[in-house]
């Protein structure tokens, strides 16, 4: 969270970089709506500096319940069940939303206290195939945060969306399809939101 500039600064003439074996927990390493949201906040940083990180993994993927050297893991399993956590869908949501092209925005918040500004996070990508604007969204404060998106010129329209949210300390949560309207978009507290605004033609 307090390193979300780093690769802004890194050296463009310096080697690509795999930025391998990342996870974000808390004291009891439990993997919880807070955690993913702090990794959803990582990969927008990620995604802003594709030109230089070009690949990542999470450490570890899979995991068997009760045979672990290490926790979190992405993905739990027993001899019956898989079991997902929040982070996978987070990982999901950026796979099949990555984009090809990063769109600078001048997204901002009225609070300009840098506190505040750490817990919330942007990506915003075009997709070449489509044509669609992509915009990954992450709240990571207690409150429902109001965004104004005319900055980015697009059209009042309703889009659909995909809204992954919960109480920080919540161990499940699945993505959720939602509308929005995008003249008011609001983020609920402790969220990610996705969603894609079609190409006018």
């Known amino acids: 969270m307090h ?21 974000a927990h808390v004291p009891n390493r439990a993997s919880t709506i807070e955690t993913a949201l702090a990794e959803a ?16 993994s999470y450490a570890p993927l899979l995991a068997k319940e009760g045979n ?9 399993f027993n001899n019956t069940t898989v079991k997902p956590t929040v982070g996978y869908y987070i990982q ?7 984009g ?6 001048e997204l901002q918040l009225s609070n300009h206290d840098e506190a505040v500004n750490k817990r919330v996070g942007k990506s915003i990508v075009r997709d070449a195939k489509s044509g669609d604007i992509i915009v990954k969204l992450v709240n990571l404060l207690p409150v429902e945060i109001d965004l104004d998106l005319s900055t980015m010129g697009v059209a009042n329209q ?19 399809a939602a509308i929005l309207q995008l003249d008011r978009c609001k983020l609920s507290p ?6 894609r605004i079609p190409v006018t033609k």
């Open 3 to 23: 390193n979300q500039e780093f690769y802004d600064r890194y050296d463009r003439k310096k080697a690509k970089v795999y930025l391998g074996e990342y996870a």
């Open 41 to 56: 906040l990582h990969l927008c940083n990620v995604e802003r500096n594709a030109d230089v990180v070009t690949m990542t």
């Open 68 to 76: 672990t050297q290490w926790s979190p893991d992405l993905i739990y």
């Open 92 to 98: 999901q949501a950026f796979g099949q939303h990555a």
């Open 100 to 105: 090809d092209t990063y769109l600078f925005s």
């Open 158 to 176: 309703q889009v659909n969306a995909t809204v992954i949210s919960g109480k920080p300390t919540d161990q499940t949560a699945k993505p959720v």
């Open 190 to 195: 402790y969220s990610f939101t996705v969603f």
